[in-house]
């Protein structure tokens, strides 16, 4: 089941689907970063959350963008976006710590690098691989 057509029968196209599922992720991690802390949601929930959400969104946008691709090569496409990512957070110059510095930089590229950034993008990218296995499995009809 590596490989799959880009569409399911009687579904929406999986681009589609992806796309949603993306929105979605992004959607729930502008809530958490926009609301958490005000609803007292404990730091660590908000921070490494948001980065789990962060990981996930990586993984299904990347699925939408190649879909003929195993959702194998695009966990370690997701990873390798997301760890690149975090390590140009090590890389200063004055017009991207700027927008670093506003609230887009902020989502997108982050401010400080992070260890635990780059384990809470693993782990939203290893829970969207194995959301995305059985959500095609389940459709398809065979077994992850």
Same mark, same amino acid.
Request: aromatic share 12%.
């Given at each position: 089941m590596?490989?799959i057509k880009?569409?399911?029968p009687?579904?929406l196209?999986l681009?589609?689907r992806?796309?949603?599922?993306?929105?979605?992720?992004?959607?729930c991690?502008l809530?958490?970063?926009?609301?958490?802390?005000e609803i007292g949601?404990?730091y660590?929930f908000v921070?490494?959350?948001?980065?789990?959400?962060?990981g996930?969104?990586?993984?299904?946008?990347l699925?939408?963008?190649l879909?003929?691709r195993?959702?194998?090569?695009?966990?370690?496409?997701?990873?390798?976006?997301?760890?690149?990512?975090?390590?140009?957070?090590?890389y200063?110059?004055?017009?991207?710590?700027s927008?670093? =510095?506003?609230?887009a930089?902020?989502?997108?590229?982050g401010?400080?690098?992070?260890?635990?950034?780059?384990?809470a993008?693993?782990?939203?990218?290893?829970?969207?691989?194995?959301v995305?296995?059985?959500?095609?499995?389940?459709? =398809?009809?065979?077994?992850p």
């Amino acid at each position: 089941m590596d490989k799959i057509k880009a569409t399911l029968p009687g579904n929406l196209p999986l681009r589609i689907r992806r796309f949603a599922i993306s929105l979605t992720i992004i959607a729930c991690g502008l809530v958490l970063r926009l609301t958490g802390y005000e609803i007292g949601l404990p730091y660590f929930f908000v921070k490494y959350g948001g980065s789990l959400l962060w990981g996930m969104m990586v993984f299904w946008l990347l699925a939408m963008l190649l879909p003929s691709r195993s959702i194998r090569r695009v966990a370690a496409l997701a990873l390798v976006v997301a760890a690149l990512t975090e390590f140009s957070r090590l890389y200063h110059t004055p017009w991207l710590d700027s927008f670093r =510095l506003t609230f887009a930089g902020a989502l997108l590229l982050g401010r400080i690098f992070s260890w635990g950034n780059i384990l809470a993008y693993s782990l939203g990218i290893i829970i969207a691989a194995v959301v995305e296995t059985r959500l095609l499995a389940s459709r =398809l009809g065979t077994r992850p």
